[in-house]
């Protein structure tokens, strides 16, 4: 099994910064996308940004130059720099990764998630 150990999710007033980590342990093979998720109350779970190995990104519209993943690889970490928050942005933070174990067993795991509340 893998576990994930999420932090740094907080308070913040809007305009201000939080850095989120998420750090992998246990039967780590091959890592391939880690990322982030975030579901506010009675909305669903959306995407906010995702990083291959190489480094390569993708963010959800609502965050682009705003907020900033990256990965680790020696650490099997992910981070997410999110800067200028919005009230909006208020949610449960909850990072993944999918391994790549062959080209078909490609299993996703989730960590317990870490709430981050922006005042306005």
């Known amino acids: 099994q893998v576990q994930l150990a999420e932090s740094g999710g907080g308070l913040v007033q809007a305009g201000g910064s939080l850095r989120l980590s998420c750090a992998a342990s246990?039967?780590?093979?091959?890592?391939?996308?880690m990322g982030w998720y975030r579901q506010a109350p009675g909305k669903q779970r959306e995407l906010v940004a995702q990083i291959t190995p190489a480094g390569t990104a993708n963010y959800a519209d609502s965050v682009k130059g705003r907020f900033t993943i990256s990965r680790d690889n020696a650490k099997n970490t992910v981070y997410l720099q999110m800067d200028s928050l919005k009230p909006g942005d208020t949610a449960a933070y909850y990072c993944?990764?999918?391994?790549?174990?062959?080209?078909?067993?490609?299993?996703?795991?989730w960590g317990q998630g870490t709430q981050v509340t922006v005042s306005s």
């Open positions: 246990g039967s780590i093979f091959s890592i391939d996308y």
């Open positions: 993944y990764l999918q391994q790549s174990i062959t080209s078909v067993i490609r299993p996703t795991y």
